[in-house]
């Protein structure tokens, strides 16, 4: 007993979530064995737990990007220093981030390299000499990879200096068809995130001061995190012809006349699993939707060293993957040498959705026991039935995982119609907070400046909730979304 404590505490030194909540963010992801720091400062190591979750996540974005055309390609890590330079806004907006290689071998470059922050300038760099007519429009490429910027504080998966994600490029041949790309490309995200990542989101516009750097328009997609605070959970850009220009990036129409391409840009990253963490886990551990849980049921043998209960647990596995070859289950045995007690803080730390529990006791009934991990509700199941059981408890756990957080986001949107009810709600709640906006700069500046609060997107779904700007009390143009962010 004393062994199987020791182990279970093992397990279970997790800072409680509402005590710390930075500690126990940072506690889950070493515990769970997500990340390792490297030897390299800002820079992490995706252990073999933290990327199988990124690989689920990927399966998921790459079928439905294929599915509305979209192909992948592969392009330099490295951007000579003259390539970037063409595009002035794109530029700035990344030059504090950027690292640059100097050298070659043991001989100076004649020109500076940078890292990639990200790619439109070589996806322009290819389109010129890839377009030549409107036959070769569109061009829908997307590219998995990873980008180096150069943070000055780091935190993982939420922001390092070298992140894993995908960033699609497209050309078109008109500003509408642009747009609609815009559009189509953050609804696949909302809806990835809420059917898969089980995670909730505001669509949205971000403003001229926060959009994209080199951007005619960003659109957003806003997450909010258990501790109140936002998460931008990917975003899409709208290019308009800006690019275009500075790349001398051109097709020849059907009126055999030049005209330049529109183009997007759309792009997730790894911070997504910082987002799993943060919307789903509890103070045992990661809780992971089922649809990007790397294991998705595991079975734990008791007392296993009697006769019968280890091949008991791998028929039930069997019966399980068999039962469903379509839906290709990921369901483990855990025959390992260690108490029951530490398996079952091991599989609630690593957010597994459902644990099977099969025993002599159990075997003698033909029954097995059933172990939610969203919610510690346990059931007895015929062994007979439970393929078609584990299957439709998963399906249970999905949506209610979606549910849970859909109503925590809800419960936590305010609207304020005063600065001071505005001021307030910042320093009293914790969460979203809409309210109107005159559309200048200088207001949403001031707001930052005094209360660390930033516009995170103008929302989709337009209301008018008061008349005047909540910041200068001048006429209002725009409801906005403000939070808090990571």
Known sequence: MAKEQTEKRMVEAITPRDENFTQWYTDVV?????????????FMVYKPAGYAIWERIREHLDRRFKETGVQNVYLPLIIPESLLQKEKDHVEGFAPEVAWVTEGGSEPLTERMCIRPTSETLFCDYYKDAIGSYKDLPQLLNQWCSVVRWEKETRPFLRSREFLWQEGHTAHATAEEAAERTQMML????????????????????TEKEKFAGAKETLALEALMHDGRALQAGTSHNFGDGFAKAYGVQYAG???????????????????????I?????????????????????????????????????????????????????????????SPGFKYAEQEMRGIPLRIEIGPKD?????????RRDTREKEECAIADVASRTDALLATIQKDMYARAKAHLDAHIYDAVTREAFADAFTETKGFVRAMWCGERACEEKIKEELNVTS???????????DSCICCGREARQLVLWGRAY
């Not at 609804?187 to 971000?206: F, V």
């Not at 995170?456 to 008061?466: G, L, S, T």
Request: with cysteine; charged share 25%.
């Open 278 to 338: 943060m919307v789903h886990g509890d103070d045992s551990g990661l809780v992971l939707p089922p649809r990007v849980a790397p294991v998705q049921i595991r079975i734990i043998p008791i007392r296993q060293k009697e006769e019968g209960v280890l091949d008991a647990a791998e028929s039930v596995r069997q019966a399980i993957v068999t039962a469903y070859p379509e839906r290709k289950l990921r369901v483990q045995v855990d025959a390992s040498d260690r």
């Open 254 to 276: 059907k009126d055999n006349r030049l005209h330049y391409v529109h183009q997007t840009s759309w792009g997730m990253t790894t911070r997504m699993i910082g987002a799993l």
């Open 363 to 371: 075997l003698e009934r033909g029954v097995c026991v059933l172990v």
């Open 456 to 466: 995170r997107c103008i929302p989709a779904a337009q209301e008018k909730i008061a």
């Open 187 to 206: 609804d696949l995200y909302a809806d990835c995130l809420a059917e898969d990542l089980a995670i909730p989101t505001i669509k949205g516009r971000k």
């Open 30 to 42: 070493l515990r769970a064995e997500l990340i390792a720091y490297s030897n390299v400062k800002g």
